[in-house]
């Protein structure tokens, strides 16, 4: 049995890989960004334990944790937690672009950076869910697209650092997905959603398993992911 921590199983691909892992026996514990998510999260996903700590504030990650009781063993650490606005570099205000960063990006170094010492004993994976905009950059996209541009530079440097103490890194870069998030996407857009175009978070969540399952021989360290057709 394995212990999992996730950012993002409220919905989408972190609610159905916490499910997944959830249904074949193993641990799994989520990180809210309050007491009542930490409540409804629990309510949907039975069988999960919750730590509550707020991704748009990083810097306070660390004090949050530390009122809180850690696993002693964490075999990963998957980040799928995301926000997104759209807009031109000449319309983002610094405030969305400081939401973005913090989510996206400082959050996920900060609780890597926390947790990397259970990491290291159990020889652990950290898991980023990234995005295509982490492999290019679109009009309106600028702020999302560097915070994920940023999300691989720090999965590429964690990945060479970790490698003596057989901590796995993987970037998995998803296509357009039909979660909550692709819907507010498109109404930033003006455009109708239509979920049967899109990838499921089930498809997504089945890669990063295989990536979590791979034997200790191999590694797999960047995942795309494309809708069919």
Known sequence: MATH??????????????????????DVV?????????????????????????LAQPGRLSWALSK?????????????????????????????????????????????????????????????????????ASPGWSAYAASKHGLRALADALRQEEAEHGVRVTSVYPGRTATPMQQRVHRQEGQEYDA????????????????LDLPRDAHLTDLTVRPQG
């Not at 159905?16 to 249904?23: D, G, N, P, T, Y």
């Not at 809210?32 to 509550?52: E, F, H, K, M, N």
């Not at 990838?199 to 990536?211: G, M, R």
């Open 68 to 136: 809180q009781s850690l696993p002693d063993r964490i075999d990963s650490l998957v980040h799928a937690a995301g926000v997104v606005d759209l807009g031109s570099v000449g319309d983002l205000t610094p405030a969305l672009w400081e939401q973005q960063l913090a989510v996206n990006l400082v959050a996920p170094a900060e609780l890597t950076r926390l947790l990397l010492p259970v990491l290291r004993v159990s020889r652990g994976h950290v898991v980023f869910v990234n995005s295509g905009a982490g492999l290019r």
């Open 196 to 211: 049967a175009r899109f990838i499921t978070p089930d498809a997504v969540a089945t890669t990063i398993l295989a990536a």
């Open 5 to 26: 921590l996730l950012t993002g199983a409220g919905s989408g691909i972190g609610a159905v890989l916490a499910r997944r892992l959830v249904e074949r026996g193993d």
């Open 30 to 54: 989520v990180l809210a960004r309050d007491a009542g998510r930490a409540r409804q999260i629990a309510d949907d996903l039975p069988g999960v334990s919750t730590l509550v700590g707020d």
